[in-house]
């Protein structure tokens, strides 16, 4: 009974629409014809739904390892205790408090052609680019990301370091273990659990970069940029919903089987 | 416990819910469909219950008049105006005792006023049988034939603005160019004593009112109230020396929005003249038309809004992207049936931040949700995948059983197969003009090809004010934008723009050539911007034009000059087909409310009583209402002249079409075959890099590389 509201909550905004939306995936929206599979055929036949989909994978490929690393990378100094390292700690939080479209105001100044960085390069007489029209977008996109998510993720992997008994790193060290023996035999396999919430998590906002590209570049930015959601987004403009659907509908499967051989995975290691 | 504390939990969670969805449910249907952003305008008066309005009339037109001039009521509430003809010549003073719904001839003196050549701007005629004409330096006036003219004249560094005459009082306003104010003056005809007033609140309107159009004035018929039109619409009494507004600013400003509810019906270029009777209930105005370039009268109404058709349930929305013309048949049609409410919406207005892909989102979040409106203006909009999805319904038994009634060829082209979903209310042609070497041409090598050896004879091939609407035109034809942009198409359109510029500027022309003549721009405007070439050709500053014929009075211009430089005038790029632009594309929403209204809202557009009432730009899709006297006549008499716009000097005379001439047309129009496919992006993307090339001196293989890296994506989509 004490789960019914969330229950009824994740039925009514997730569960139900998202059937809805595989029930349309093989229907004529507008008119309710059965097409069968011609939708799923249309949208991967669809060289934009292709490339949407190969750069929202490169995007996860490349932005998630960058950022689950280098959250650890700077969680394990913070969690032993570092001067500064609760300033640090507040810092790293900042990005998440500011508003998309800050952070959007942030980025055009910075990366415009006419903006900080090629002015800053410039002093070193360095020909400045246009950023965010040229190849170097998907970069700038990835250090958006990282930056954006990297205090919630180093919160994360602290939480799990302090849920590290400290008895078993001293009974280490009392038998010769040293601190990179202690982290790779000791802390990363006491992490698993950890990493598998971080990375599903950092999978599941790697898809919502878009925002930040979106109001970058608007519906048509840089081709290495162009996510699903821009896809997605122009679609519904000429009310293509039976390709949004079935869009949907391979997006999640693909999400959904990344996830499942993940968890087998972190299953596995935990027996 | 447990179990009534969960009972209770869940409980109002289901009444939170239904809440929710009922609150939901309450707006639509309060709201309607009529969407959160755009504008809403034009026909429909739903105010709130009681709220005192201005109502708009539209008077009866006065064909005779070219231009209008003093505009006044009498004190028996007779409406007097005078009107001028197209020579600023003919003078006629004209009564109306119903508030300008009638007129008549009056018995008036108006010598003063036809001899005065161009030396005077304003040349009036009073109420009071006082005519006056002012220049911005004097201002004469006579009370009567062979009365004498008293004159009074400017200072030095003023300007006379504006000037009234009413009962006793002369008003005029003054523009000091030292201190650039304008400010309000008032002489006494009897004696010719000037007075000016130091109302501080009337000084500083002024100030503002020099910036809206000259500061129109008006008096009332005892000559003590003056009305000045700035920052809305002022009040000062002279007797009592107060200061008050009749109509504010924002006021003002919907009055005279077409978008706005009860704003003017015609696009305003510029109010010339007002009136304001002595109860301050009416007031009548004369503006510029400037789609038809004639004054239009507009009376406007103190009152309540109307109740009743708050309780009206029969409505009719259509929506169209931009602002269109349908707007024109939307409020024709209100007042050809009160008892519908008839709605209509432009979604992107310009006038607030929502963007064209804002509201095409909104617009198919309403259709998606059965709310969308029952007519759709489908210029900008994705009509084809409208069609497809079958949002569209099909209306061929609405056309086809008066096929012969239409230019059917053209709605055809707009539709696939033999059902009819889409329809076009105008359109325009893509011509160029030229000898019978140039018309040879049937693709754009061929007319490369005639162009190079058109050149160097002196005179440039096409002119350079027209490389832009040519550029436009000759992709808009060429067939490089299929289901994708073809690159090296396209790049070879870039080279031979290139060539095409190479010949039309002459040395240093291109380096200062002005941003609102170049492509990028004309692009944005596209399909408004327009040019017409043949002015240019007819003055020997081109040997050929590309533009378009959109209409009747730009056909005289193309006919006169291929009548006087021996040329003619044919399909551009004709090997792609015969192509034209559809304008102000009508379809029902299957979905809508009101299907009855709406079919018969569209039969209304297609019956031509609209053009009836108001003349618009391009050509209308039902055949018999091209034509009429001012256009045609059976010898083809002189109808005017048109002078050409960088050297307004060179005029060339126009002469109205013979019926022999409009066959000819008629017969042209019935070639149409292809629609141009006009994607705003597209075109957008590609000028802009045509600039880069032609400006910029960019290659035109990267240039369109360029171009289909970004575009084809967008059309793979």
């Not at chain 2, 952003?37 to 739903?46: M, T, V």
């Not at chain 2, 006793?168 to 304008?182: I, K």
């Not at chain 2, 709406?598 to 209402?625: H, M, N, T, W």
Request: charged share 25%; aromatic share 12%; hydrophobic share 40%.
């Amino acid at each position: 009974m004490f789960v019914l509201p969330s229950l009824m909550g994740v039925l009514v905004f997730y569960a139900v629409p998202y059937l809805d939306v595989i029930r349309r995936s093989f229907v004529r929206t507008l008119t309710g014809e059965f097409t069968g599979i011609e939708n799923f055929r249309l949208v991967l036949g669809n060289p934009a739904f292709r490339l949407a989909a190969a750069n929202t994978g490169k995007m996860m490929a490349v932005s998630v390892p960058v950022l689950v690393v280098f959250s650890l990378m700077l969680a394990v100094p913070l969690q032993k205790g570092v001067p500064g390292g609760r300033w640090f700690k507040s810092g790293l939080l900042i990005p998440m408090a500011i508003p998309v479209a800050s952070v959007v105001l942030l980025w055009q100044c910075i990366f415009a052609k006419q903006g900080f960085l090629n002015g800053f390069l410039n002093l070193f007489g360095i020909p400045g680019t246009d950023w965010m029209n040229t190849k170097y977008a998907f970069a700038v996109l990835v250090f958006s990301y990282v930056w954006k998510n990297l205090g919630y993720s180093v919160i994360l992997w602290i939480a799990a370091l302090e849920g590290i008994p400290a008895e078993i790193n001293e009974a280490a060290r009392m038998d010769g273990a040293g601190e990179w023996v202690i982290f790779f035999r000791i802390t990363i396999p006491n992490l698993f659990s950890a990493l598998f919430t971080i990375t599903v998590l950092s999978l599941i906002n790697s898809f919502k970069v878009f925002r930040e590209a979106y109001l970058v570049a608007g519906d048509y930015p840089d081709e290495s940029i162009y996510m699903l959601q821009h896809l997605f987004n122009n679609w519904y403009r000429n009310l293509d919903v039976d390709k949004m659907a079935a869009g949907a509908v391979l997006s999640g499967t693909v999400l959904l089987i990344l996830v499942c051989l993940f968890w087998r995975k972190w299953e596995g290691e935990e027996v | 416990m447990k179990r009534k504390i969960s009972g209770l939990l869940v409980f109002f969670i289901a009444a939170f819910i239904c809440s929710c969805s009922l609150k939901g449910s309450t707006g639509a249907g309060k709201d309607g469909a009529a969407g959160e952003q755009g504008q809403e305008g034009g026909a429909a008066e739903d105010g709130a219950s009681g709220e005192e309005a201005w109502n708009r009339t539209e008077l009866q037109n006065l064909d005779s008049a070219a231009w209008s001039g003093a505009l006044k009521y009498l004190a028996d509430g007779t409406l007097r105006l005078s009107v001028m003809d197209q020579e600023y010549e003919n003078a006629q003073v004209l009564d109306s005792r119903d508030n300008g719904e009638s007129w008549q001839a009056a018995d008036a003196d108006t010598s003063l006023t036809t001899g005065q050549e161009y030396e005077y701007t304003g040349k009036y005629y009073s109420a009071e049988g006082i005519q006056y004409a002012y220049s911005e330096t004097k201002l004469i006036l006579q009370g009567g034939k062979e009365t004498e003219t008293k004159e009074i004249h400017a200072e030095k560094g003023e300007r006379f603005y504006n000037a009234a005459v009413s009962a006793n009082t002369l008003a005029v306003t003054v523009f000091n160019d030292e201190y650039q104010q304008l400010r309000a003056e008032f002489y006494d005809l009897t004696e010719m004593e000037r007075r000016q007033p130091d109302n501080p609140e009337l000084l500083e309107y002024m100030k503002t009112a020099a910036d809206f159009a000259g500061g129109e004035i008006a008096l009332d018929s005892s000559g003590t109230v003056l009305y000045i039109y700035g920052d809305g619409i002022g009040r000062y009494d002279l007797v009592e020396d107060k200061f008050s507004l009749l109509i504010e600013r924002d006021l003002y400003d919907k009055l005279m929005n077409p978008n706005e509810k009860n704003g003017l019906i015609h696009d305003v270029g510029l109010l010339t003249s007002f009136a304001v009777n002595d109860s301050e209930d009416k007031i009548v105005m004369t503006v510029w038309d400037s789609i038809s370039q004639k004054p239009r009268l507009y009376r406007f109404d103190r009152g309540i809004r109307k109740q009743e058709k708050q309780a009206s349930k029969d409505k009719l929305r259509i929506y169209s992207l931009k602002p269109s013309s349908i707007r024109y048949a939307a409020t024709f049609f209100q007042e050809k049936y009160p008892e519908l409410e008839v709605i209509y919406e432009t979604g992107c207005t310009g006038e607030d931040s929502v963007t064209l892909t804002d509201a095409v989102r909104t617009l198919n979040t309403e259709l998606m949700a059965g709310e969308g409106p029952d007519i759709l203006i489908l210029d900008g909009l994705p009509g084809d995948s409208y069609r497809e999805k079958g949002i569209l319904e099909d209306v061929t038994e609405i056309v086809e059983p008066e096929k012969e009634k239409y230019f059917y060829n053209v709605i055809s082209a707009c539709n696939e197969g033999n059902t009819i979903y889409q329809i076009p209310t105008y359109f325009n042609v893509p011509v160029i003009l030229g000898d019978a070497d140039v018309l040879e041409a049937k693709n754009r090598d061929e007319l490369m090809e005639i162009l190079r050896t058109k050149s160097g004879v002196g005179i440039p091939f096409l002119s350079s004010e027209n490389l832009a609407e040519a550029a436009v035109q000759l992709f808009a034809v060429s067939g490089i934008l299929e289901e994708t942009a073809d690159e090296e198409k396209l790049s070879d359109y870039y080279r031979d723009l290139e060539t095409i510029a190479g010949l039309c500027f002459s040395d240093g022309e291109r380096e200062i050539f002005s941003a609102y003549d170049k492509m990028t721009y004309w692009a944005k405007q596209y399909p408004d911007a327009l040019f017409d070439p043949e002015l240019d050709i007819y003055f020997d500053k081109a040997q050929a034009g590309i533009g378009r014929i959109r209409d009747l009075g730009n056909y005289m211009k193309t006919l006169s000059v291929c009548k006087e430089k021996n040329l003619s005038y044919q399909y551009l790029n004709r090997e792609k087909g015969n192509h034209f632009i559809a304008r102000d594309v009508i379809g029902i929403n299957r979905g809508g409310k009101n299907p009855d209204a709406a079919r018969q809202f569209l039969q209304y557009c297609l019956s031509g009583e609209v053009q009836k009432k108001q003349e618009l730009p391009d050509i209308f899709i039902v055949r018999d209402v091209l034509g009429g006297e001012r256009y045609v006549s059976e010898n083809g008499e002189y109808a005017g002249r048109v002078s050409r716009k960088y050297t307004p000097d060179e005029i060339m005379d126009l002469y109205k079409l013979t019926p022999a001439e409009l066959e000819e047309l008629i017969t042209f129009f019935e070639g149409l075959d292809t629609r141009v496919k006009d994607d705003a992006v597209v075109m957008q993307k590609v000028m802009e890099q045509a600039d880069a090339c032609v400006f910029d001196g960019k290659d035109p293989k990267s240039a369109a590389a360029d171009v289909c890296g970004e575009v084809n994506l967008y059309l793979n989509e």
